[in-house]
């Protein structure tokens, strides 16, 4: 019957929300050999630090080469993640970008706020504030971001042509698709790799690392930053890592509880023996598909029989025949056993889970609770909590990751404009509140 799902020697039958299983005298187990499956998110495989793609030696980002693409997506299952990583990068780009001067002020160098239209044009003819939110995301996701350095024409000609020679423009490469090629004598990347790793075999492009003593060395070449990690050789990994597995207990969680809400808990366990079958199976001469249908004959009945659109079973009776095992004195016959309903207690032990489990989120992004309007023991964080926790987190958690992702930027500054004590360097403002309604800026020495 349609209503009948069948599974070897067990079925649910729906209307009923009854389990139906063929009992046999001796129950063997299956033998299950487990498996070794590396996690997804180690750096290397077990026999080498590398893999070739055509002649090329590829330094692969996890066991599979595609951590950046799996840690993705287990982040975007999460309720509460995605949410406090672009409050971070709502943070790490709070205050406008200033252009400063460095200058020697009694011996020590300060940085006094400017004005210069040529290099704010030049910034503008390639983008830098699009840029800038690019390289913010992909640093709070996996801490690493990569930057295209493109020459001007001029990069082909002889020495005589140096002062025309510039960085003409900055183009940020999506840090899911670089790989890194073998490190040299002296622990650098010679070259990078661009592709779709997960369709690598389309085709890979070789780019040379930037250069900082030949920078008109390529074409164009990869300026790369990543925020180091003791637990990672080669690429680093996010901060928020320590929480991968919270992340996967979370989901089965949340899979678990809508599994209660969508399909409510069995109330019936029923039970044959393997023998009533056999016996009506012999005494009517039938093959397999007669008895197949004779038993999907007998569940559907059993399924009427046991439900109640009126949510009642009051005067329903059931009654069966035993007959004694050869094997025991064990009555053969149909067992109908009611099962408990605990869904309400496996859910508050759920939600439990998951509130624990989310505390650990919440350490883990680096980030204060009262910043994302999470609450914390039932309430809200008050305006002075959101002040306070908003200072320290521009004073501690954004100065290291600001200078990374303008690196290339200075980079490209310097080059570009640096002429004598003329100095420019680009940086952030160091926007502090003093109250819930004020807030101010200043020179950022950070940057």
Not at 99 to 117: A, Q, R, T
Not at 166 to 195: F, T, W
Request: overall charge neutral.
């Amino acid at each position: 019957m349609s209503n009948i799902r069948r599974s070897g020697d067990v079925a649910i039958l729906q209307q009923s929300r009854s389990i139906f299983e063929k009992k046999a005298l001796t129950n063997p187990r299956d033998l299950v050999t487990p498996g070794t499956t590396p996690s997804a998110f180690l750096e290397s495989p077990y026999f080498r630090d590398y893999f070739y793609a055509g002649s090329e030696q590829i330094i692969p980002d996890g066991p599979d080469n595609l951590f950046p693409y799996r840690w993705k997506g287990l982040i975007e299952t999460d309720s509460i993640m995605p949410g406090m990583l672009r409050q971070r990068i709502d943070l790490m780009l709070a205050g406008q970008t200033v252009l400063y001067s460095e200058v020697m002020e009694n011996g020590e160098i300060v940085k006094k706020p400017m004005l210069n239209n040529e290099i704010r044009d030049w910034l503008e003819s390639w983008d830098f504030y699009n840029y800038l939110i690019e390289q913010a995301t992909d640093f709070i996701y996996l801490e690493r971001i990569a930057t295209k350095m493109i020459p001007n024409m001029f990069r082909r000609l002889t020495s005589e042509y140096n002062e025309m020679k510039k960085i003409a423009m900055l183009q940020r490469v999506p840090i899911e698709d670089v790989r890194m090629g073998p490190h040299d004598a002296n622990y650098q990347v010679r070259d990078y790799y661009l592709s779709n790793w997960l369709d690598w075999k389309s085709g890979v492009t070789k780019i040379p690392a930037y250069n900082k003593m030949d920078p008109f060395a390529a074409p164009q070449s990869i300026y790369y930053e990543k925020m180091p990690s003791f637990c990672s050789k080669y690429y680093g990994r996010p901060s928020t890592i320590g929480v991968a597995n919270y992340l996967n207990l979370k989901l089965l969680i949340l899979n678990n509880t809508e599994d209660f809400i969508i399909n409510a808990p069995f109330r019936f366990h029923i039970e044959s023996p393997f023998e009533y079958w056999q016996k009506v199976q012999e005494t009517n001469n039938w093959d397999l598909t007669q008895l197949e249908a004779y038993e999907d004959q007998m569940l559907a009945d059993m399924d009427n029989f046991l439900k109640a659109s009126d949510g009642r079973n009051a005067m329903k009776r059931f009654h069966t025949k035993y007959n004694i095992s050869d094997y025991s004195k064990e009555r053969l016959g149909w067992r109908i056993t009611p099962i408990s309903d605990d869904s309400e207690k496996r859910m508050d032990s759920n939600f439990k889970g998951f509130e624990k489990i989310n505390e650990n989120i919440i350490a883990a992004t680096s980030l204060d609770p009262s910043l994302s309007n999470i609450q914390i023991t039932g309430k809200l964080s008050s305006g002075l909590d959101k002040l306070i926790a908003f200072n320290m987190h521009q004073l501690t958690n954004t100065p290291t990751p600001r200078r990374k992702i303008l690196a290339a930027v200075n980079e490209a500054i310097k080059i570009n404009f640096w002429k004598g004590d003329f100095r420019p360097v680009l940086g952030f403002e160091n926007l502090q509140l003093q109250y819930q309604t004020k807030a101010t800026g200043g020179n950022d020495d950070s940057n």
